[in-house]
C-alpha cells in the first residue's frame, strides 16, 4: 500500500472540478456545513491514516470503526438498529421518529390513514424495513433466510448518448442506458389491488467448483434470472437485468462525511502505477442540487448523500412521493396507463406529496445516524493473522482501512472522526463473473463501488445468514472472494494458493470487522 503519486490526485482533482462546471451557493458541497482543515490537521491525518505494517497487535483505536459513533452495546440482533452514541440528546427523539418512518407499513390510496396512504400502485415492498431486515442486508429469493421483499432486479436499455445529460455524458466511455420504456427502472413484483405486477422474479444457481490449496474444493453458485410472467409483454433481447439485495445500512452518515478530496486521491483510473488498481470515482447527477457530484451510496455509487438514496428508494421500492420525487405513481411509465392513473396519496400537509419534507428529513437523519458495532477480538493473534494476509494479498489497495471525516458545523456524531470503514468508495472492474451488463453513471456493466466491509461479521448475527456481494450469490466470506475478478484476480488468486491456515486466518480477520 502506499499513497498515489501527486499527479494521480491533480488529475482525479480536475476530471471532478471540471464536472461541477456551475458552483453551487454554499460551497460544493452545501448539504455539509465543513470547517476546512489545517496544515496541522492534514499532517495528523495524514500520519494517522497511513496503512500498518505492525501486525503484533491491534492499532490504537481500531476497536471504534466509527469513532465516537461506535455502538458499545450488547452484540445481538439488534447490533445494527442502535444510534450513534455521539449524536445530540436533544435529536434522539428525530431519530426514532425517523426510525418510526423507516418502518412504517405503508397502505394504497385513498384510506382513511392519510399520513400511510400512497403505497405504489406497483412497489416491490411495503416498508423501508421490509428490504433492510434488521436494518441489515436482505437476501436472494431462493434463500431459506424468508421470503423475497428484500431483492430488487433493475432493468435498464441501451440509449443513444446524445439523449444523456451533457454534463455526464463526456466522461462515460461505453453506450449509456436509460429505464426499460416500459416496465421502468427496477421490476414490480407487487402491486395494489387492481394493478396486476410486472412480473415474478425467478433465479437459478450453477454450482462451480473451485480447488484450492490444501487439498480443499470450494463451490461457488452462478446465479441467472428471469422474468416470468411479465404483465405488459417480453423484456426485450436488448434489457440489461441487475439484481440487488438491500445492503446494510450502518456508517452511512460518516460515509457521507468522507472529503471528496480523500476519495479523489486514491482513484487511479489509468493505473498510472501500475500496480493493477485502477480505481475510479462515480460522478453522480445530483437530483436535489442540479449538478455533477462524487457518488458514494448504493452498489455502484449512483448516489451522492443519503437523502437522494432515500428518496430514489421511496420512489422505486414503495411507490411513494418526496420533494425529490414528486411522481405519485413512483416507477410506473407513459406506457403503464393505468398505474399512472391510480389513486394517489399526495397529502396538502405535505405539499401535496406522500412523504414531505419533513417526513424524507427525519429518514434521512435515521440512516445518517446509524451506529457501527464495536470490533471484536482485535487482539487475537487469529485475527492479527489474518489482518496481515489481508493487507500482504493486496485486499487493502481497494478495502481502504482508514479515513478520517470532515470537520461538520452542526452533524457532531460524524464529525472529525477516525473511522474503518474498509472501502475506498470507488468503481473498480471485477471481471465478467460479477458483471452485470448494466451501467450506472461512469460504472459500466463490470464495474462496482468497493463495499464497506465495517460490521459484516455481525451479518449472521442480525439477519441470520451470510449471503454476500450484490446479488446474495455468495453464501459466506470465501464465496465472496473467490467471485472477486478484473482489478482483484491477483488478490483472489493469492487466497486459492496461500496455505490452509492464512486463508482460514483470513476468514477469522473478516468476521471480526
Known amino acids: 500500500m502506499h499513497r498515489p503519486p501527486r499527479g494521480i490526485v491533480i488529475l482525479a482533482s480536475f476530471v471532478v472540478a471540471a464536472s461541477i462546471a456551475a458552483p453551487l451557493a454554499g460551497g460544493e458541497r452545501a448539504y455539509l456545513h465543513i470547517v476546512p482543515r489545517t ?35 450488547r452484540l445481538n440482533a439488534d447490533a445494527y438498529s442502535h444510534f450513534s452514541p455521539s449524536m445530540p440528546f436533544a435529536r434522539e427523539l428525530d431519530f426514532k421518529v425517523g426510525n418510526g418512518l423507516f418502518r412504517k407499513l405503508w397502505v394504497s390510496a385513498p384510506s382513511s390513514t392519510l399520513a400511510s396512504d400512497g403505497l405504489g400502485p406497483l412497489f416491490n415492498a411495503r416498508a423501508c424495513q421490509h428490504c433492510h431486515l434488521k436494518d441489515g442486508r436482505g437476501h436472494p429469493p431462493d434463500a431459506a433466510a424468508g421470503d423475497a421483499v428484500s431483492f430488487a432486479l433493475k432493468i435498464s436499455v441501451p440509449v443513444e448518448r446524445a439523449a444523456l445529460r451533457a454534463e455526464l455524458a463526456s466522461y462515460l466511455d461505453y453506450a449509456p442506458t436509460a429505464p426499460h420504456p416500459v416496465y421502468g427502472g427496477q421490476v414490480q413484483d407487487l402491486g395494489i389491488q387492481g394493478q396486476a405486477a410486472e412480473g415474478r422474479v425467478e433465479v437459478g444457481y450453477e454450482e462451480i467448483e473451485v480447488p484450492l490449496s490444501g487439498g480443499e474444493v470450494a463451490h461457488l453458485r452462478r446465479p441467472t434470472y428471469n422474468v416470468a410472467d411479465p404483465a405488459y409483454g417480453p423484456l426485450g433481447a436488448a434489457a440489461a437485468l441487475s439484481p440487488r439485495v438491500a445492503p446494510q ?106 412523504i414531505g419534507e419533513e417526513g424524507l428529513e427525519l429518514v434521512t437523519f435515521y440512516s445518517r445516524n446509524l451506529a457501527v458495532p464495536a470490533r471484536r477480538d482485535v487482539d487475537d493473534p487469529e485475527v492479527l493473522r489474518g489482518k496481515r494476509v489481508f493487507y500482504e494479498t493486496g485486499c487493502a489497495a481497494c478495502h481502504r482501512p482508514k479515513f478520517v471525516t470532515d470537520r461538520l458545523v452542526d452533524q457532531p456524531a460524524q464529525s472529525f472522526q477516525l473511522i474503518w470503514p474498509y472501502t475506498d468508495l470507488l468503481l473498480h472492474d471485477m471481471g465478467e463473473g460479477l458483471a452485470d451488463g448494466y451501467p450506472e453513471g461512469r460504472a459500466t456493466g463490470r464495474e462496482w463501488r468497493t463495499a464497506p466491509l465495517w460490521g459484516v461479521g455481525l451479518t449472521r448475527t442480525v439477519n441470520g445468514h451470510e449471503y454476500f456481494l450484490h446479488d446474495g450469490r455468495a453464501r459466506g466470506f470465501l464465496e465472496a472472494i473467490l467471485w472477486h475478478g478484473g482489478e482483484a484476480q491477483t488478490a483472489r488468486d493469492a487466497v486459492t494458493t496461500m496455505p490452509k491456515a492464512d486463508r482460514a486466518a483470513l476468514i477469522r480477520f473478516l468476521e471480526s470487522l
Open 249 to 354: 445500512m450502518i456508517g452511512l452518515g460518516l460515509l457521507e462525511a468522507i472529503p471528496e478530496a480523500d476519495i479523489l486521491a486514491w482513484a487511479d483510473p489509468d493505473d498510472s502505477d501500475g500496480d493493477g488498481i485502477s480505481g475510479k470515482p462515480q460522478i453522480a447527477w445530483s437530483t436535489e442540487w442540479n449538478a455533477v457530484r462524487v457518488g458514494r451510496f448504493g452498489y455502484k455509487a449512483g448516489k451522492a448523500t443519503i437523502r437522494e438514496q432515500a428518496a430514489a428508494a421511496f420512489a422505486a421500492d414503495l411507490g411513494i412521493s418526496t420533494p425529490l420525487h414528486p411522481e405519485g405513481w413512483g416507477d410506473c411509465t407513459a406506457a403503464q396507463t393505468r398505474c399512472r392513473k391510480a389513486p394517489h396519496g399526495g397529502d396538502a400537509r405535505d405539499d401535496g406529496f406522500e
Open 39 to 73: 496544515d496541522a490537521e492534514r499532517a495528523r491525518i495524514e500520519a494517522v491514516t497511513r496503512p500498518t505494517s505492525d501486525f503484533s497487535g491491534p492499532e490504537r483505536f481500531e476497536r471504534l470503526p466509527a469513532g465516537a459513533a461506535t455502538s458499545q452495546k
